[in-house]
DNA sequence: AAGTGGTCTAGACCACGGC
DNA sequence: CCGTGGTCTAGACCACTTC
Protein backbone atom coordinates (compact mmCIF):
# COMPACT_ATOMS: atom_id res chain seq x y z
CA UNK A 1 0.00 0.00 0.00
CA UNK A 2 1.18 3.24 -0.70
CA UNK A 3 2.12 5.65 1.63
CA UNK A 4 0.59 8.81 -0.07
CA UNK A 5 -2.48 9.53 0.61
CA UNK A 6 -5.53 11.11 -1.60
CA UNK A 7 -4.53 14.67 -0.26
CA UNK A 8 -0.61 14.75 0.57
CA UNK A 9 -0.82 15.42 3.82
CA UNK A 10 0.65 12.83 5.88
CA UNK A 11 -2.16 10.37 7.90
CA UNK A 12 -1.47 11.39 11.06
CA UNK A 13 -1.81 14.80 10.57
CA UNK A 14 -5.29 14.32 8.84
CA UNK A 15 -6.14 12.48 12.08
CA UNK A 16 -5.10 15.43 14.25
CA UNK A 17 -7.34 18.10 11.96
CA UNK A 18 -10.30 15.89 11.51
CA UNK A 19 -9.81 16.02 15.81
CA UNK A 20 -9.17 19.45 16.32
CA UNK A 21 -12.00 20.15 13.42
CA UNK A 22 -14.86 18.21 15.64
CA UNK A 23 -13.68 20.37 18.76
CA UNK A 24 -13.39 24.12 16.76
CA UNK A 25 -16.88 23.18 15.88
CA UNK A 26 -18.32 22.56 19.55
CA UNK A 27 -19.16 19.15 18.76
CA UNK A 28 -16.32 17.96 21.60
CA UNK A 29 -15.65 19.82 24.71
CA UNK A 30 -12.98 19.97 27.29
CA UNK A 31 -13.82 17.12 29.02
CA UNK A 32 -15.05 14.61 26.35
CA UNK A 33 -13.37 11.35 25.73
CA UNK A 34 -11.87 11.38 22.32
CA UNK A 35 -12.06 8.10 20.11
CA UNK A 36 -9.26 5.62 21.54
CA UNK A 37 -6.00 4.87 19.57
CA UNK A 38 -7.58 1.30 18.37
CA UNK A 39 -10.86 3.30 17.41
CA UNK A 40 -8.78 5.83 15.20
CA UNK A 41 -6.69 3.61 13.43
CA UNK A 42 -9.74 1.56 12.45
CA UNK A 43 -11.58 4.69 11.12
CA UNK A 44 -8.77 6.15 9.70
CA UNK A 45 -7.40 2.88 8.18
CA UNK A 46 -4.36 3.65 9.68
CA UNK A 47 -2.01 1.39 12.39
CA UNK A 48 -1.94 1.80 15.81
CA UNK A 49 1.36 3.56 15.50
CA UNK A 50 -0.09 6.08 13.28
CA UNK A 51 -2.85 6.59 15.27
CA UNK A 52 -0.85 7.18 18.24
CA UNK A 53 1.52 9.39 16.38
CA UNK A 54 -1.67 11.46 16.34
CA UNK A 55 -2.82 11.52 19.41
CA UNK A 56 0.77 12.10 21.06
CA UNK A 57 1.70 14.93 19.07
CA UNK A 58 -1.85 16.51 20.07
CA UNK A 59 -1.18 16.07 23.47
CA UNK A 60 2.14 18.15 22.97
CA UNK A 61 0.53 20.66 22.03
CA UNK A 62 -1.95 20.94 24.62
CA UNK A 63 -5.07 20.01 22.69
CA UNK A 64 -6.13 16.67 24.63
CA UNK A 65 -4.87 14.78 27.63
CA UNK A 66 -4.32 11.17 27.65
CA UNK A 67 -4.64 8.82 30.83
CA UNK A 68 -3.23 5.61 30.61
CA UNK A 69 -5.91 2.89 31.48
CA UNK A 70 -8.73 5.51 30.46
CA UNK A 71 -8.67 7.42 27.28
CA UNK A 72 -7.82 10.36 25.79
CA UNK A 73 -9.71 13.85 26.77
CA UNK A 74 -10.31 16.75 25.15
CA UNK A 75 -7.90 19.26 27.14
CA UNK A 76 -9.00 22.44 29.43
CA UNK A 77 -8.88 25.80 26.73
CA UNK A 78 -5.15 26.53 27.78
CA UNK A 79 -4.32 29.91 29.36
CA UNK A 80 -2.14 31.75 27.58
CA UNK A 81 0.33 32.81 30.31
CA UNK A 82 3.72 34.80 28.74
CA UNK A 83 2.10 35.52 25.42
CA UNK A 84 3.67 38.01 23.71
CA UNK A 85 0.39 40.30 22.25
CA UNK A 86 0.38 44.26 21.24
CA UNK A 87 -1.30 46.44 23.47
CA UNK A 88 -4.74 46.14 21.17
CA UNK A 89 -4.58 42.88 21.96
CA UNK A 90 -4.15 43.07 25.46
CA UNK A 91 -6.87 45.18 25.92
CA UNK A 92 -9.12 43.80 23.37
CA UNK A 93 -8.62 40.17 25.40
CA UNK A 94 -9.78 42.37 28.38
CA UNK A 95 -12.90 43.84 26.46
CA UNK A 96 -11.41 47.30 27.21
CA UNK A 97 -11.00 49.77 24.57
CA UNK A 98 -7.93 50.32 23.81
CA UNK A 99 -7.14 54.29 22.92
CA UNK A 100 -3.40 55.81 21.75
CA UNK A 101 -2.13 59.10 20.74
CA UNK A 102 1.53 59.42 19.34
CA UNK A 103 3.72 62.03 20.92
CA UNK A 104 6.42 62.19 18.80
CA UNK A 105 6.96 60.02 15.54
CA UNK A 106 10.81 61.08 13.89
CA UNK A 107 14.20 59.41 12.22
CA UNK A 108 16.54 60.16 14.69
CA UNK A 109 20.44 58.86 14.41
CA UNK A 110 21.93 59.37 18.19
CA UNK A 111 20.10 56.94 19.96
CA UNK A 112 22.79 54.61 20.36
CA UNK A 113 21.34 52.55 23.28
CA UNK A 114 18.24 51.54 20.89
CA UNK A 115 20.49 50.91 17.92
CA UNK A 116 22.68 48.79 20.29
CA UNK A 117 19.35 47.05 21.34
CA UNK A 118 18.28 46.17 17.54
CA UNK A 119 21.80 45.05 17.02
CA UNK A 120 22.48 47.86 14.86
CA UNK A 121 25.86 50.12 14.66
CA UNK A 122 25.63 52.69 17.74
CA UNK A 123 25.36 55.70 14.74
CA UNK A 124 22.54 53.70 12.67
CA UNK A 125 19.32 55.91 11.47
CA UNK A 126 16.54 54.66 14.48
CA UNK A 127 12.56 55.56 14.18
CA UNK A 128 11.65 56.61 17.18
CA UNK A 129 7.79 56.33 18.03
CA UNK A 130 6.60 57.88 21.39
CA UNK A 131 3.01 57.05 22.49
CA UNK A 132 0.88 57.82 25.33
CA UNK A 133 -1.87 54.85 26.22
CA UNK A 134 -4.62 55.14 28.32
CA UNK A 135 -7.72 53.27 29.05
CA UNK A 136 -11.00 54.12 30.58
CA UNK A 137 -10.09 58.26 29.88
CA UNK A 138 -7.08 57.52 31.55
CA UNK A 139 -3.01 57.84 30.36
CA UNK A 140 -1.56 54.74 32.07
CA UNK A 141 1.36 54.35 30.29
CA UNK A 142 4.33 55.86 28.01
CA UNK A 143 5.44 53.73 25.26
CA UNK A 144 8.96 54.34 22.98
CA UNK A 145 9.13 51.98 20.34
CA UNK A 146 12.56 51.91 18.46
CA UNK A 147 12.93 50.14 14.86
CA UNK A 148 15.43 50.11 12.22
CA UNK A 149 14.84 53.06 10.06
CA UNK A 150 16.57 51.11 6.96
CA UNK A 151 13.95 49.09 6.67
CA UNK A 152 10.46 50.84 8.72
CA UNK A 153 10.66 54.35 7.60
CA UNK A 154 7.63 54.06 5.90
CA UNK A 155 5.99 53.66 9.28
CA UNK A 156 5.82 57.13 9.09
CA UNK A 157 3.59 57.02 6.19
CA UNK A 158 1.16 54.47 7.83
CA UNK A 159 -1.53 54.98 9.47
CA UNK A 160 -0.05 54.16 13.32
CA UNK A 161 -2.67 55.95 16.20
CA UNK A 162 -5.40 54.26 14.67
CA UNK A 163 -3.68 50.68 13.99
CA UNK A 164 -2.47 48.22 15.79
CA UNK A 165 1.98 48.68 14.97
CA UNK A 166 1.89 44.58 15.35
CA UNK A 167 -0.69 44.59 12.59
CA UNK A 168 1.15 46.90 10.49
CA UNK A 169 4.45 44.58 11.10
CA UNK A 170 2.50 41.83 10.33
CA UNK A 171 0.38 42.68 7.52
CA UNK A 172 2.41 45.43 5.13
CA UNK A 173 5.88 44.37 6.13
CA UNK A 174 5.42 40.15 5.99
CA UNK A 175 7.24 39.93 9.38
CA UNK A 176 6.46 37.23 11.53
CA UNK A 177 6.64 37.82 15.34
CA UNK A 178 8.22 34.99 17.27
CA UNK A 179 8.99 36.09 20.73
CA UNK A 180 10.37 39.36 23.45
CA UNK A 181 13.05 39.34 25.74
CA UNK A 182 11.76 41.90 28.39
CA UNK A 183 13.75 43.52 31.46
CA UNK A 184 11.50 44.48 33.92
CA UNK A 185 12.46 46.89 36.73
CA UNK A 186 10.96 49.99 39.16
CA UNK A 187 11.97 53.54 38.78
CA UNK A 188 10.10 56.86 39.93
CA UNK A 189 8.40 58.91 37.82
CA UNK A 190 10.83 62.04 36.40
CA UNK A 191 8.83 65.36 36.41
CA UNK A 192 8.01 64.95 32.28
CA UNK A 193 6.50 61.34 32.52
CA UNK A 194 4.95 62.18 36.05
CA UNK A 195 3.50 65.59 34.10
CA UNK A 196 2.35 62.82 31.04
CA UNK A 197 1.09 60.48 33.06
CA UNK A 198 -1.00 62.93 35.25
CA UNK A 199 0.79 61.25 38.43
CA UNK A 200 2.56 62.70 41.13
CA UNK A 201 6.74 63.14 40.60
CA UNK A 202 8.72 60.18 41.96
CA UNK A 203 5.52 57.92 42.18
CA UNK A 204 6.78 54.50 41.72
CA UNK A 205 6.51 53.10 37.65
CA UNK A 206 6.77 49.57 36.06
CA UNK A 207 9.53 50.13 33.58
CA UNK A 208 9.44 47.13 30.99
CA UNK A 209 12.53 47.42 28.23
CA UNK A 210 11.14 44.98 25.54
CA UNK A 211 13.28 43.74 22.32
CA UNK A 212 11.04 41.81 20.02
CA UNK A 213 12.22 38.97 17.26
CA UNK A 214 10.98 38.11 14.33
CA UNK A 215 10.56 34.08 14.08
CA UNK A 216 14.06 33.87 12.48
CA UNK A 217 15.71 35.77 15.38
CA UNK A 218 16.21 39.01 13.83
CA UNK A 219 15.39 41.97 16.24
CA UNK A 220 12.52 43.72 14.92
CA UNK A 221 11.83 46.52 18.34
CA UNK A 222 12.96 47.90 20.84
CA UNK A 223 10.48 49.11 23.14
CA UNK A 224 10.95 51.38 26.36
CA UNK A 225 7.88 51.67 28.13
CA UNK A 226 6.56 52.91 31.71
CA UNK A 227 3.50 51.88 33.57
CA UNK A 228 1.77 52.98 36.46
CA UNK A 229 1.42 50.89 39.22
CA UNK A 230 -1.60 51.76 40.22
CA UNK A 231 -2.98 50.72 36.71
CA UNK A 232 -1.04 48.16 35.74
CA UNK A 233 0.54 44.70 36.81
CA UNK A 234 2.21 42.03 35.03
CA UNK A 235 1.27 38.78 35.35
CA UNK A 236 3.83 35.77 34.12
CA UNK A 237 3.66 31.93 34.70
CA UNK A 238 6.93 29.93 35.59
CA UNK A 239 7.51 26.49 35.34
CA UNK A 240 10.26 24.27 36.71
CA UNK B 1 12.06 -11.24 22.37
CA UNK B 2 10.55 -9.61 25.74
CA UNK B 3 10.28 -5.95 25.17
CA UNK B 4 11.44 -5.63 29.30
CA UNK B 5 15.46 -4.88 29.45
CA UNK B 6 17.93 -5.67 32.33
CA UNK B 7 17.14 -2.06 34.44
CA UNK B 8 13.27 -1.82 33.57
CA UNK B 9 13.74 1.28 31.99
CA UNK B 10 12.41 1.86 28.74
CA UNK B 11 14.67 0.95 25.59
CA UNK B 12 14.14 4.81 24.31
CA UNK B 13 15.05 6.60 27.62
CA UNK B 14 18.39 4.41 27.91
CA UNK B 15 19.17 6.08 24.76
CA UNK B 16 18.52 9.38 25.45
CA UNK B 17 20.35 8.90 29.18
CA UNK B 18 22.91 7.31 26.79
CA UNK B 19 23.49 10.78 24.85
CA UNK B 20 22.68 12.76 27.70
CA UNK B 21 25.50 11.68 29.39
CA UNK B 22 28.51 11.95 26.67
CA UNK B 23 27.18 15.56 26.35
CA UNK B 24 27.21 16.20 29.91
CA UNK B 25 30.67 14.39 30.06
CA UNK B 26 31.78 16.78 27.24
CA UNK B 27 32.54 13.79 24.59
CA UNK B 28 29.78 15.60 22.53
CA UNK B 29 29.36 19.27 21.83
CA UNK B 30 27.16 21.87 20.86
CA UNK B 31 27.01 21.31 16.80
CA UNK B 32 28.49 18.11 17.37
CA UNK B 33 26.42 15.45 15.40
CA UNK B 34 24.69 12.77 17.20
CA UNK B 35 24.45 9.17 15.60
CA UNK B 36 21.85 8.52 13.16
CA UNK B 37 18.78 6.36 13.75
CA UNK B 38 20.09 3.86 12.06
CA UNK B 39 23.47 3.75 13.96
CA UNK B 40 21.38 3.97 17.57
CA UNK B 41 19.42 1.36 16.69
CA UNK B 42 22.11 -1.03 15.37
CA UNK B 43 24.16 0.41 18.67
CA UNK B 44 21.54 -0.24 20.89
CA UNK B 45 20.32 -3.69 19.45
CA UNK B 46 16.94 -1.77 19.04
CA UNK B 47 14.27 -1.06 16.25
CA UNK B 48 14.37 1.82 13.85
CA UNK B 49 10.94 3.45 15.49
CA UNK B 50 12.82 2.58 18.85
CA UNK B 51 15.68 4.91 17.98
CA UNK B 52 13.28 7.33 16.38
CA UNK B 53 11.47 7.83 19.25
CA UNK B 54 14.13 8.46 21.51
CA UNK B 55 15.62 11.48 19.07
CA UNK B 56 12.40 13.10 18.88
CA UNK B 57 11.67 13.54 22.30
CA UNK B 58 15.37 14.53 23.23
CA UNK B 59 14.71 17.21 20.01
CA UNK B 60 11.18 18.10 22.03
CA UNK B 61 13.29 18.79 24.99
CA UNK B 62 15.92 21.23 23.00
CA UNK B 63 18.43 19.15 23.80
CA UNK B 64 18.94 18.25 20.19
CA UNK B 65 17.92 20.00 16.90
CA UNK B 66 17.30 17.51 13.94
CA UNK B 67 17.51 18.22 10.17
CA UNK B 68 16.50 15.48 7.75
CA UNK B 69 18.34 14.84 5.40
CA UNK B 70 21.27 16.29 7.54
CA UNK B 71 21.51 14.31 10.22
CA UNK B 72 20.91 15.00 14.38
CA UNK B 73 23.32 17.79 16.04
CA UNK B 74 23.42 18.85 19.51
CA UNK B 75 21.50 21.65 20.20
CA UNK B 76 23.22 24.55 21.55
CA UNK B 77 22.89 24.88 25.49
CA UNK B 78 19.34 26.97 26.21
CA UNK B 79 19.01 29.44 28.17
CA UNK B 80 16.34 29.34 30.66
CA UNK B 81 13.73 32.11 30.80
CA UNK B 82 10.85 32.10 33.14
CA UNK B 83 12.41 29.17 34.89
CA UNK B 84 11.06 28.75 38.76
CA UNK B 85 14.39 28.88 40.24
CA UNK B 86 14.91 29.17 44.11
CA UNK B 87 17.05 32.69 45.26
CA UNK B 88 19.71 29.67 46.18
CA UNK B 89 19.37 28.25 42.44
CA UNK B 90 18.99 31.72 40.94
CA UNK B 91 22.42 32.85 42.82
CA UNK B 92 24.29 30.16 42.49
CA UNK B 93 24.02 30.18 38.34
CA UNK B 94 25.56 33.52 38.52
CA UNK B 95 28.01 32.11 40.53
CA UNK B 96 27.10 34.63 43.58
CA UNK B 97 26.98 33.41 47.33
CA UNK B 98 23.68 33.18 48.57
CA UNK B 99 23.18 34.59 52.11
CA UNK B 100 19.83 35.32 53.58
CA UNK B 101 18.55 35.84 57.59
CA UNK B 102 15.38 34.16 59.14
CA UNK B 103 13.50 37.66 60.69
CA UNK B 104 10.50 35.73 61.58
CA UNK B 105 9.03 32.25 61.50
CA UNK B 106 5.80 31.41 63.32
CA UNK B 107 2.59 30.11 62.91
CA UNK B 108 -0.48 32.57 62.74
CA UNK B 109 -4.21 32.25 61.85
CA UNK B 110 -5.10 35.73 60.98
CA UNK B 111 -3.35 35.98 57.63
CA UNK B 112 -6.24 36.18 55.42
CA UNK B 113 -4.85 37.25 52.37
CA UNK B 114 -2.27 34.48 52.36
CA UNK B 115 -5.00 31.58 53.50
CA UNK B 116 -7.00 32.78 50.30
CA UNK B 117 -3.82 32.84 47.98
CA UNK B 118 -3.24 29.36 49.07
CA UNK B 119 -6.85 28.79 48.18
CA UNK B 120 -7.38 27.64 51.93
CA UNK B 121 -10.46 28.62 54.40
CA UNK B 122 -9.62 32.73 55.52
CA UNK B 123 -8.85 31.81 59.26
CA UNK B 124 -6.40 28.56 58.61
CA UNK B 125 -3.38 28.61 60.51
CA UNK B 126 -0.81 29.50 58.09
CA UNK B 127 3.33 29.52 58.71
CA UNK B 128 4.72 33.04 58.20
CA UNK B 129 8.80 32.97 56.70
CA UNK B 130 10.23 36.20 56.82
CA UNK B 131 13.97 36.04 55.13
CA UNK B 132 15.96 39.03 53.81
CA UNK B 133 17.90 38.12 51.02
CA UNK B 134 21.28 39.78 50.77
CA UNK B 135 24.09 39.06 48.01
CA UNK B 136 27.90 40.40 47.91
CA UNK B 137 27.12 41.69 51.70
CA UNK B 138 24.26 44.01 50.51
CA UNK B 139 20.47 43.40 52.18
CA UNK B 140 18.21 43.13 48.18
CA UNK B 141 15.19 41.92 48.84
CA UNK B 142 12.63 40.83 51.83
CA UNK B 143 10.62 37.75 51.25
CA UNK B 144 7.84 36.55 53.22
CA UNK B 145 6.56 33.05 52.21
CA UNK B 146 3.50 31.36 53.75
CA UNK B 147 2.19 27.71 53.79
CA UNK B 148 -0.41 25.62 55.42
CA UNK B 149 0.56 24.96 58.82
CA UNK B 150 -1.62 22.02 58.75
CA UNK B 151 0.74 20.22 56.35
CA UNK B 152 3.87 21.52 56.60
CA UNK B 153 4.24 23.41 60.43
CA UNK B 154 7.55 20.74 60.64
CA UNK B 155 9.80 23.57 58.86
CA UNK B 156 10.01 25.36 61.50
CA UNK B 157 12.05 22.58 63.37
CA UNK B 158 14.15 22.38 59.57
CA UNK B 159 17.50 24.02 59.00
CA UNK B 160 15.96 27.23 57.42
CA UNK B 161 19.01 29.76 56.42
CA UNK B 162 21.05 27.46 55.74
CA UNK B 163 18.92 25.19 53.47
CA UNK B 164 16.91 25.85 50.39
CA UNK B 165 13.65 25.52 50.91
CA UNK B 166 12.38 24.62 47.86
CA UNK B 167 15.02 22.53 48.50
CA UNK B 168 13.22 20.64 51.77
CA UNK B 169 10.15 20.33 50.22
CA UNK B 170 11.45 18.65 47.70
CA UNK B 171 13.29 16.21 49.90
CA UNK B 172 11.53 15.80 53.34
CA UNK B 173 8.47 16.58 51.63
CA UNK B 174 8.44 14.92 48.76
CA UNK B 175 6.93 17.43 46.83
CA UNK B 176 7.36 18.45 43.41
CA UNK B 177 7.09 21.63 42.53
CA UNK B 178 5.54 22.64 39.17
CA UNK B 179 5.08 26.16 38.11
CA UNK B 180 4.32 29.57 39.87
CA UNK B 181 2.26 32.39 39.10
CA UNK B 182 3.79 35.85 39.55
CA UNK B 183 1.92 39.03 40.04
CA UNK B 184 4.62 42.08 39.56
CA UNK B 185 4.47 45.70 39.67
CA UNK B 186 6.16 48.62 41.76
CA UNK B 187 5.79 50.22 44.91
CA UNK B 188 7.74 52.62 47.26
CA UNK B 189 9.25 51.14 50.16
CA UNK B 190 7.63 51.92 53.32
CA UNK B 191 9.47 53.09 56.39
CA UNK B 192 10.33 49.14 57.80
CA UNK B 193 11.54 47.95 54.75
CA UNK B 194 13.75 51.02 54.35
CA UNK B 195 15.52 49.88 57.31
CA UNK B 196 15.67 46.80 56.53
CA UNK B 197 17.03 47.03 53.33
CA UNK B 198 18.85 49.92 54.09
CA UNK B 199 17.44 52.47 51.54
CA UNK B 200 16.14 55.73 51.25
CA UNK B 201 12.21 55.84 51.98
CA UNK B 202 9.66 55.74 49.35
CA UNK B 203 12.28 54.43 47.11
CA UNK B 204 10.58 52.38 43.88
CA UNK B 205 10.88 48.93 44.36
CA UNK B 206 9.77 45.96 42.57
CA UNK B 207 7.12 43.49 44.33
CA UNK B 208 6.33 40.23 42.66
CA UNK B 209 3.60 38.19 44.63
CA UNK B 210 4.07 34.46 43.87
CA UNK B 211 1.44 31.15 44.17
CA UNK B 212 3.82 28.56 43.51
CA UNK B 213 2.21 25.12 42.64
CA UNK B 214 2.87 21.44 42.58
CA UNK B 215 3.16 19.63 39.48
CA UNK B 216 -0.45 18.57 40.62
CA UNK B 217 -1.49 21.87 40.75
CA UNK B 218 -1.88 22.28 43.94
CA UNK B 219 -0.85 25.64 46.09
CA UNK B 220 1.93 24.99 48.03
CA UNK B 221 3.59 28.79 49.14
CA UNK B 222 2.52 31.86 48.87
CA UNK B 223 5.80 34.45 48.75
CA UNK B 224 5.36 38.26 48.48
CA UNK B 225 8.75 39.60 47.63
CA UNK B 226 10.16 43.27 47.82
CA UNK B 227 13.63 43.53 45.44
CA UNK B 228 15.79 46.83 45.53
CA UNK B 229 14.99 47.60 41.86
CA UNK B 230 18.41 49.01 41.58
CA UNK B 231 19.85 45.32 42.30
CA UNK B 232 17.18 43.34 41.05
CA UNK B 233 15.89 43.06 37.63
CA UNK B 234 13.07 40.79 36.40
CA UNK B 235 13.95 39.38 32.59
CA UNK B 236 11.48 37.19 30.84
CA UNK B 237 10.48 35.85 27.73
CA UNK B 238 7.54 36.03 26.03
CA UNK B 239 6.18 33.59 22.98
CA UNK B 240 3.64 34.58 20.30
C1' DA C 1 -11.91 -9.74 31.62
C1' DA C 2 -11.95 -5.98 28.71
C1' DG C 3 -10.28 -1.69 27.29
C1' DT C 4 -6.87 1.92 27.48
C1' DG C 5 -2.42 4.04 26.66
C1' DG C 6 2.98 2.80 26.56
C1' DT C 7 6.60 0.34 24.46
C1' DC C 8 8.51 -2.28 20.71
C1' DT C 9 9.67 -5.04 16.30
C1' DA C 10 11.42 -5.64 11.55
C1' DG C 11 10.76 -4.29 8.04
C1' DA C 12 9.05 -0.56 4.00
C1' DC C 13 8.90 3.70 1.00
C1' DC C 14 9.27 8.84 0.66
C1' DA C 15 11.56 13.51 0.70
C1' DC C 16 15.50 15.96 1.29
C1' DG C 17 20.50 17.38 1.06
C1' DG C 18 25.21 16.74 -0.15
C1' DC C 19 28.56 14.53 -3.13
C1' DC D 1 24.03 7.98 -5.56
C1' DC D 2 23.81 7.44 -0.67
C1' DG D 3 22.76 8.68 3.91
C1' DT D 4 19.63 11.37 6.57
C1' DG D 5 15.26 12.12 8.89
C1' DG D 6 9.79 11.51 8.14
C1' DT D 7 6.01 8.51 7.59
C1' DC D 8 3.89 4.03 7.93
C1' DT D 9 2.52 -1.10 8.57
C1' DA D 10 0.64 -5.12 11.11
C1' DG D 11 1.26 -7.03 14.33
C1' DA D 12 3.05 -7.97 19.72
C1' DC D 13 3.33 -7.67 24.88
C1' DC D 14 3.13 -4.73 29.10
C1' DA D 15 0.99 -1.71 32.73
C1' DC D 16 -2.82 0.38 34.28
C1' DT D 17 -7.89 1.22 35.31
C1' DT D 18 -12.57 -0.01 35.54
C1' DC D 19 -16.07 -3.30 35.87
Redesign the interface.
Known amino acids: MPVKNRNGLPAYQRIQSAIRKRIDAGHLHPGDSVASERDLAKIHQVSL ?1 TARHALASLE ?1 EGIVERRRGIGTFVAAPKIH ?5 SYTEQMSSRSLTAGSKVLFAKVLDNENEAAARLSLPPTSSVLKLERLRHAAGEPFALETCYLSAAEFSGLLDAPIGRESLFGILERNYKIE ?12 ADPRIAEILSIPR ?6 IRQVIYSTKGLAIMYVLGFYR ?1 DR ?9
Open positions: MRFNELMLGYADEEIDATAREPLLRSHNLVIRRFR
